[in-house]
């Protein structure tokens, strides 16, 4: 079996632009990858042009690591978001290939389950009205649905600093949430790596009380040092990764234990095998995982690929309940979450199919995303909760 090309469909909404890729083969068979970019979309497409031609066409889909190999070193450059981006959607188009040909699912080609189920936790959900009685509402209604823990950024548009005015209008925003959810769900506080670390620091102690289950990018990942300052003073769990696309750049978050928790983002780090060699070394050095999704169904489908087969697989982000919602038609046999887990899936490959005609209802779209635009809530309401 050989590639014989690849085609590419954008599915677009104002914040995020989703990048489905097809891999083709001469025995007929298809697979589906994707990947999330947020103003670089135009980038990804250019390169995978590039790769189709250098490295993807007439290429063994079986053969995925040489495949890998060769997009990642084959073109000298060191590989950044863009690459590795291009990488994820062919690797996992063709570990959907192998597993429809093979007629069984990827978690069966990746050493088996070690779990049946894997939890999830609600993200985009509040995207309303900035008030503590808003996101008391919205809050409420996730777990109505059945979710047990749930994500949100209550800082504004707060920049390495955040004012004491602003802080106690975050801090009101959290207690309006937990007190939404009760004390046994579980509430990730994203920070979005955008303060100093003595402001975070500060935040961290202030959000103790409502016992957050973890501190996700206090500080801009450029700077691991700055993180491990933090992690030496905060007794909450620290959690990050989204923004680091080579597993080998990890490294320096092992040899400082700085974080407890890694956010791989399985269509920016090269796939999931690439990921799953991530969480192989992290189980070694005793953190968890709990990839990075802000992706659909078909990104979402592949991450639990690596939920099922992962002994030290945390919980895995999901938008589509909230944010974004309609676009779960593009794809057929989207997982679903059901009482707060996805539940594990025999159908061979992914599992998943692109519906081409469905995906052409949402064209690209000039999407973005500013954390510290003036007057975002004004501009963007139906964005400003959800987040990277």
């Not at 050095?285 to 690929?305: D, E, F, I, K």
């Amino acid at each position: 079996m050989r590639i014989t090309g690849i085609s590419t469909h954008v599915v677009g909404t104002p914040w995020r632009n989703l990048t489905y890729v097809l891999v083709h083969t001469d025995e007929g068979l298809t697979g589906v990858g994707e990947t999330r970019m947020l103003g670089h979309t135009d980038a990804l497409l250019g390169y995978l042009r590039e790769a189709e031609a250098n490295h993807i066409a007439g290429s063994d889909p079986f053969a995925i690591e040489d495949l890998v190999r060769r997009m990642k070193y084959g073109d000298f450059g060191r590989a950044g978001e863009i690459v590795m981006s291009g990488i994820a959607v062919v690797e996992m188009a063709c570990w959907d290939i192998k597993g429809k040909a093979l007629g069984v699912p990827v978690w069966q080609l990746l050493g088996g389950k070690v779990n049946d189920k894997v939890k999830a936790y609600a993200n985009g959900w509040y995207t309303t009205e900035r008030t503590p009685d808003a996101y008391h509402k919205a809050a409420r209604a996730v777990v109505e649905r059945g979710y047990q823990a749930l994500k949100i950024d209550p800082f504004g548009t707060g920049h390495l600093e955040l004012s004491h005015q602003d802080s106690l209008y975050a801090i009101s925003l959290i207690e309006a949430v937990r007190d939404a959810i009760g004390p046994d769900a579980e509430l990730m506080l994203e920070m979005h790596g955008r303060f100093a670390p003595a402001t975070a620091i500060r935040l961290a102690r202030e959000m103790a009380p409502f016992r957050p289950a973890w501190l996700e990018e206090p500080v801009p990942p450029e700077n691991l040092k700055a993180l491990e300052k933090v992690a030496a003073k905060v007794d909450l769990p620290i959690a990050t990764g989204e923004r680091i696309h080579d597993r080998i750049e990890f490294r320096e978050l092992f040899e400082s234990q700085a974080a407890d928790i890694l956010q791989p983002d399985v269509g920016h780090l090269g796939g999931i095998w690439e990921t799953r060699k991530l969480a192989a070394t992290a189980e070694t050095h005793h953190m968890m995982v709990a990839p990075h999704n802000v992706g659909g169904p078909v990104l979402t489908a592949a991450s639990l690929q690596v939920g099922f087969t992962t002994p030290n697989f945390k919980i895995l982000e999901h938008f589509n309940d909230f944010a974004d919602a309609e676009i779960k038609k593009v794809v057929k046999g989207a997982p679903q979450v059901v009482d707060g887990y996805f539940h594990l899936s025999d159908a061979p490959g992914l599992g998943v199919e692109l519906d081409i005609d469905a995906a052409a209802e949402f064209p690209q779209q000039q999407a973005r995303f500013d954390l510290w635009a003036d007057g975002w809530e004004r501009r963007a309401p139906a964005t400003r909760g959800g987040g990277a």
